[in-house]
């Protein structure tokens, strides 16, 4: 399987997987030129990996998608830096995620993500997904154990604002567009970000068994919770 594969397409390496995303309402969007007026004082803001986190959900899709599950899969380690320009535009951030600190099919995850993922899923279902995720036919976190992400550009005069992200996933570079919400008080910073990609956008193929009777649905949903707080 490719090791193509980016921050928002992690899903595509499980061996398991839906019907139609149902997707959650994103939060709410400040209006163009909003997240400018509210950027905090210039400066260094580290993310606070005990408050951020990276949520994928992955569907099911074939002949045969009954047999498997859709996944929600958790990472809750991100660490980096936001830093804070006088100007929205000149700002930037950058985000390390530990692959193998990715948690598959967290109980309480799968409830807060709604019926389409009810029921727990059994512990040698999750263990199985996890080893092939890490394998060294996808992510290869033994050469690869780091996921980085880095903006590149910032748009706030859209409606949400968009950020351009630069992706790095077992060696490989992909670049993502993604809509956001900014809030800022004095000494803390609060980016959210929910959308759906499509895996072969970033040229990957969806992961398959069985001559496509079991797959894993192109179209993923992300959901990215940042907060950082001045250094």
């Known amino acids: 399987m490719s090791k193509r594969i980016g921050v928002l397409a992690l899903a595509a390496l499980m061996t398991a997987c839906a019907t139609h995303p149902q997707r959650a309402a994103s939060p709410a969007q400040p209006a163009a ?20 986190e990276l949520r994928v959900l992955v569907y099911r899709a074939g002949s045969l998608a009954n ?15 936001v830093v804070v320009a006088p100007t929205f535009a000149a700002s930037s951030f950058g985000l390390s995620v530990p ?27 999750k263990t199985g997904t996890l080893r092939n995720m890490l394998g060294t036919k996808q992510l290869d976190a033994a050469r690869f154990p780091l996921l980085l992400v880095k903006s590149t550009a910032f748009d706030n005069s859209t409606d949400p604002a968009t950020a351009t992200l630069e992706v790095n996933v077992a060696g490989h570079l992909s670049s993502v567009s993604a809509p956001f919400s900014w809030q800022a008080e004095s000494s803390r910073l609060t980016a959210s970000a929910n959308f759906e990609l499509r895996q072969t956008a970033l040229g990957l193929s969806p992961y398959s068994l069985f001559g496509g009777a079991l797959q894993v649905k192109d179209a993923i949903y992300v959901k990215i919770k940042i907060i950082a707080m001045a250094q």
């Open 33 to 52: 030129g909003a997240a400018l007026a509210s950027l905090p004082a210039a400066g260094v803001y580290r993310i606070d990996s005990h408050q951020s």
């Open 67 to 81: 047999l498997g599950h859709n996944h929600v899969l958790v990472n809750r380690s991100l660490s980096g830096q």
């Open 99 to 125: 692959v193998d600190e990715f948690i598959v099919d967290d109980g309480q995850a799968r409830r807060e993500e709604g019926a389409d993922f009810p029921g727990d899923i059994p512990d040698d279902a």
